[in-house]
């Protein structure tokens, strides 16, 4: 199974920018679609993001949209979640997921990062 692993969390202070990426190893490249979703304490998992196979199509929650910006490099086998003017309430674990192409759901996870955002 391919596995996905994330980098690029960390402490950042409100309106600062941060840059998670999502490498998928033992494959180098990935027509599947991916996303972002984060969980915060003691909420659930929400969704933050989604790109298509191609990267031609992307979505995101409307509490992200403006200000992060999700991208893959299909060569490097690698999605991006460009984040910028940070708030407090942005603070979660970040996980990165690939959906299945047979159960069009989202079934390989990795393991998360943490990013925190300080007032």
């Known amino acids: 199974q391919v596995q996905l692993v994330e980098s690029g969390g960390g402490l950042v202070q409100a309106g600062g920018s941060l840059r998670l990426s999502c490498a998928c190893s033992g494959r180098t490249s990935s027509t599947y679609a991916m996303a972002w979703f984060r969980q915060a304490p003691g909420k659930e998992r929400e969704f933050v993001a989604a790109?298509?196979?191609?990267?031609?199509?992307?979505n995101y929650a409307p509490s992200v949209k403006g200000r992060f910006t999700i991208s893959r490099d299909n060569a490097k086998g690698t999605m991006y979640l460009q984040m910028k003017s940070l708030k407090t309430e942005d603070t979660a674990v970040y996980y990165c997921a690939e959906k299945s192409p047979s159960t069009s759901t989202y079934e390989n996870w990795g393991q998360g990062t943490q990013v925190t955002v300080s007032s």
């Open positions: 790109i298509s196979g191609s990267g031609g199509l992307r």
